[in-house]
């Protein structure tokens, strides 16, 4: 699912929204996570998941053109954690379309 796709699906799920006002939305919400996580902020979504930053190391890599080494500078990066209720969802839905006649796809 792409940005565009989630503005759609919440004008088209909330018939008050103009397209607009669901694209501000989402916007507005990537916005505030972004800023949070910029600061060191943990987000969490009950039900869904948590977003942290982690802490890389700096370490010694190679190039792998060269073969010679490089030092590789830390890094703060992002990290998504479902939550208990998405993972078991995801899981149950997995199992639900592997278990489906291979014939009959609906």
């Known amino acids: 699912m792409t940005r565009s796709d989630l503005v759609e699906a919440l004008a088209s799920r909330f018939g008050q929204l103009t397209q607009r006002d669901a694209e501000f ?12 996580m910029v600061k060191g902020h943990r987000i969490e979504i009950r039900g869904f998941g948590s977003f942290s930053v982690n802490r890389r190391s700096p370490r010694v ?9 490089v030092m590789i500078p830390e890094k703060r990066v992002p990290h998504f954690k479902p939550g208990k209720a998405l993972r078991e969802q995801v899981d149950a839905r997995t199992a639900e379309i592997l278990t489906r006649d291979p014939k009959n796809p609906d």
């Open 25 to 36: 939305a989402v916007k507005a919400i990537l916005d505030a996570m972004g800023d949070a």
């Open 61 to 69: 890599g190679r190039n792998p053109r060269s073969g010679e080494s």
